[in-house]
């Protein structure tokens, strides 16, 4: 099934029972901290386990997509691997907007919106080449992955305030 929309309505569920759709679907890239990311690969299978409630639907969407962009770190590329698994509930006219699922909409369920936010939100905060990424050097912007820890130093600058005194050694 590669639908925009799924009529839930459609399905023809009755309270208790479940219904499985594996959809594909073409999500945008997220973006990061204002940085847009790529995905590895599109289009993204996407399983979507429906079960009807009393007043309702109790959804779960699953997928695994793998994201690249730019270390926050180091600036090399980085590369990170998402086991999507999102869940919503969507109980029809309830007043409660915690029991109202944004992405069911007249009996429509939007996939594609609801993955695309569910990617955004298992993104960590900083996205980085490696757990254990050093970073660069401030000083003269080494990438500190590529060398031995500790063995890159850089002589500190001279205190501008002992400047005189160096002049009379001079």
Request: proline fraction near 7%; include cysteine; charge should be negative.
């Amino acid at each position: 099934m590669s639908e925009r929309l799924i009529d839930l309505d459609e399905l023809a569920l009755r309270s208790g029972e479940a219904a499985r759709i594996d959809v594909v679907l073409d999500p945008e890239p997220p973006r990061l901290g204002g940085e847009a990311l790529a995905l590895e690969s599109t289009p993204v299978t996407t399983r979507i386990d429906v079960s009807r409630t009393t007043s309702g639907y109790a959804l779960r969407l699953r997928a695994g997509v793998v994201v690249l962009g730019t270390c926050a770190r180091c600036l090399a590329p980085a590369r990170l691997e998402l086991g999507i698994d999102a869940r919503e509930v969507d109980q029809g006219e309830a007043e409660d907007p915690e029991l109202s699922s944004p992405y069911v909409g007249d009996g429509l369920l939007d996939p594609l919106a609801w993955l695309h936010d569910a990617i955004a939100l298992a993104l960590p905060e900083r996205l980085l080449c490696r757990e254990d990424c050093a970073g660069l050097c401030e000083v003269c912007g080494i990438s500190l992955n590529d060398v031995e820890p500790g063995t890159h130093v850089h002589e500190s600058a001279p205190d501008p305030r002992f400047a005189k005194l160096r002049d009379l050694l001079d």
